[in-house]
């Protein structure tokens, strides 16, 4: 899974956060809009020094559904929980792809297929921050540490 995030520093630290011209939204910490920033990822201690030198332009941002965890309890460290919608359950055998909505964002994450939610159920999703990777939006090379 992979969108369009604008890169910044603001108050709220280190971060990005954007939205592409097909209005999917996802961004990190110091978005700019009110509308990113709701739904916003902190940026990882190991990707800051690839993000300072492309503060204020457009990246891209990835991150495997196997490092997307369905979410119950507290937040572990090194995570970030968002809230989505269940839009679809692709059940693999032991395991399932959850297809799940946050805005106009689709988050696919990986799940033991006794556990996969139902359809139209709000998820809490775990981030692993630091799986998260980030692209050039132009080239779509990988900015590495």
């Known amino acids: 899974m992979y969108w369009r995030v604008g890169v910044g520093f603001g108050t709220g630290g280190a971060g990005a956060g954007g939205a592409d011209g097909g209005g999917r939204r996802a961004g990190m910490a110091g978005a700019p809009s009110r509308s990113v920033r709701r739904n916003t990822i902190p940026l990882p201690?190991?990707?800051r020094p690839v993000a300072s030198p492309?503060?204020?332009?457009?990246?891209l941002a990835g991150i495997r559904p196997e490092h997307l965890h369905l979410a119950d309890g507290p937040t572990?460290?090194?995570?970030?929980?968002?809230?989505a919608e269940v839009e679809m359950v692709e059940l693999l055998g032991n395991?399932?792809?959850?297809?799940?909505?946050?805005?106009?964002?689709?988050?696919?994450a990986k799940a033991e297929s006794p556990r996969a939610p139902k359809m139209r159920a709000r998820v809490a999703?775990?981030?692993?921050?630091?799986?998260?990777?980030?692209?050039?939006?132009?080239?779509e090379q990988r900015?590495?540490?």
């Open 54 to 59: 492309i503060a204020g332009r457009h990246a």
């Open 76 to 83: 572990p460290p090194g995570r970030h929980r968002l809230q």
């Open 95 to 108: 395991e399932a792809l959850v297809h799940a909505r946050l805005g106009e964002l689709i988050l696919v």
């Open 143 to 145: 900015l590495e540490p």
């Open 125 to 139: 999703l775990d981030v692993e921050l630091d799986a998260l990777h980030l692209f050039d939006a132009e080239s």
């Open 45 to 47: 201690a190991s990707l």
